[in-house]
């Protein structure tokens, strides 16, 4: 059994557009995975239930839903239900009377006027826990939409830092723009995903409204068009050589190349780019027989939700000289260490600088907090995302010949590390904070990397370290 320690980058905005599986379609034992997850922590907040704002957003009017739906909606629920009371790490369930609530939420179920009520009051049951790795994936929508721009946390503030040309958004958005309210909504650490889990999985619509501050100090109102690709009504992925299978193959290409290692080398440095630990080991020996070769590394994980734990405990052994306890795996029936072996003389001794950010989380923010933890090396950048769990992914569908993906992930363990702490909702503090400001992202500056080669001893600066890695777009 693969254990993951969170998956591909920004995961959560595919969750609308692909089955809720990972990877080529398998059998229901093989998709069964113990997962860690990017998905940061998300809190029960109002907007589940503000019907009256996703309404205001569609252009028309929403189809009721029939008696067969709603009663699907309800088995989801009765699923979800279980999985929490089988699954759940803590048999308190934090306080929270999960019977009681099971029924309040099914008895509200009655009342859902569409299929995204129904997903809101599914998802309220889970994110009643306030755990960043329980939560819904509701099914494939039929239409795949984007758009067209991605935003993210600078320190405590939002701010817009990837613009698709060709879209709407590039004629009303530019990188360094902050997003000061995303419909209606202000924008704020302890909510952003929240808002993004609402907004772009549970209830997507066909366009967004920003409020918008410049690098300059303009603000204004935009109205941002979603770009959709209409789809089957029906995803049928039973046979393998259906169009929607070969599709998903198609995607799963294209984001391992997306995914894949990029590096700069410049004399004793080498500045490793790695976007995942959802990376083959072969892959990882490739690039740390190139490490080896240099005196100092800077390690890049910015964005990096995590991925295999194999591949996290294969780069804490190669940076050590001695094995070293990651963290203890805390689960209801008891405790375990996850252990790194060291290659010894083979790992890598030089100087090692770890870069993090925002939206760095589970084993990219294991790794940081293990080199801090053993003074192996420096951490800078921003405060990491918080989201450290270990978590069971359940797989689930309805139908026979064609199917209806979606699933629930239960978080299963705490980890706990070495100095008694977990890493959940409050991430790994830098040891040293560089987050670019509104005008280095809108001048494509990278003030943090281009301190990371300095504190290598290298020359770099944030022009030229905003280019050494350009940010690519998936295929539309």
């Known amino acids: 059994m693969q254990i993951f320690l ?21 059998s229901a034992s093989e998709r069964n995975l113990v997962q860690l997850r990017l998905i940061l922590p998300l809190t029960l907040c109002p ?11 569609q252009t028309t009017p929403p189809r009721p839903m029939d008696s067969n739906e709603l009663g699907r909606a309800h088995a989801i629920l009765r699923q979800a239900y279980t999985e929490v ?7 308190t369930y934090h306080g929270v009377d999960l019977d009681a609530s099971y029924k309040s939420l099914d008895t509200r179920m009655d009342s859902a006027q569409t299929i995204n009520d129904t997903f809101r009051v599914i998802a309220a049951f889970l994110l009643q826990l306030h755990d960043s790795h329980t939560f ?23 701010f817009i830092t990837h613009v698709r040309p060709g879209t709407d958004a590039a004629t009303k958005l530019h990188v360094g723009d902050q997003v000061l309210a995303l419909n209606g909504f202000a924008v704020k650490r302890a909510d952003f995903i929240n808002m993004r889990y609402f907004f772009q999985t549970l209830s997507p619509a066909p366009y967004e409204n920003l409020n918008l501050l410049s690098p300059t100090g303009e603000r204004r109102q935009v109205t941002i068009q979603a770009l959709i690709q209409r ?36 004399g004793d440095l080498i500045v490793w780019k790695m976007p995942s630990f959802e990376v083959d ?30 591949s996290l405990k294969y780069m804490v052994g190669q940076v050590f000289d001695h094995d070293v306890t990651i963290a203890d795996r805390v689960s209801r029936k008891d405790t375990k260490p996850i252990v790194s072996k060291t ?18 989380a589970s084993a990219a923010e294991l790794f940081a907090r293990v080199i801090q933890l053993e003074k192996r ?61 509104a005008q280095d992202l809108a001048d494509g500056k990278d003030p943090a990397l281009a301190r990371a080669v300095q504190l290598a001893g290298g020359t770099l600066d944030p022009t030229a370290a905003g280019k050494l890695f350009p940010h690519e777009w998936p295929t539309l």
Not at 10 to 24: D, Q, R, V
Not at 232 to 257: C, P
Request: charged share 25%.
């Open 85 to 91: 009371k089988k699954n759940y790490y803590d048999p």
């Open 343 to 360: 290659w010894g003389h083979a790992a890598f001794a030089g100087k090692l600088i770890v870069l993090v950010n925002s939206q760095s």
């Open 231 to 266: 789809g089957a009504k029906i995803v049928d992925l039973t046979e393998e050589g259906s169009a929607n299978f070969w599709q998903l193959v198609r995607a799963d290409e294209e984001m391992d190349h997306l995914n894949r290692e990029r590096y700069y080398e410049s």
């Open 47 to 57: 907007l589940l239930f503000s019907a009256t704002i996703l309404r205001s957003q």
């Open 281 to 310: 080991v072969t892959d990882l020996e490739k690039m740390s027989s190139k490490v080896r070769k240099h005196q100092t590394l800077v390690l890049d994980l910015r964005d990096n939700p995590g991925g295999f734990e194999d």
């Open 136 to 158: 819904f994936q509701p099914p494939v929508r039929t239409n795949h939409s984007t758009f067209g721009y991605e935003m993210e946390m600078v320190g405590d503030k939002c």
């Open 377 to 437: 090396g420096q951490v800078i950048g921003d405060q990491s995302a918080g989201a450290v769990m270990e978590a069971h992914d359940s797989d689930e569908f309805l139908g026979t010949d064609s199917r209806i993906y979606y699933g629930f992930s239960i978080t299963s363990a705490n980890l706990i590390m070495k100095d008694g702490k977990s890493l959940e909702n409050t991430g790994v503090t830098p040891d040293e904070q560089v987050i670019p400001t």
């Open 6 to 26: 969170d998956r591909a980058p920004l995961k959560i905005t595919l969750l609308a557009t692909i089955p809720l599986y990972f990877g080529n379609p398998k």
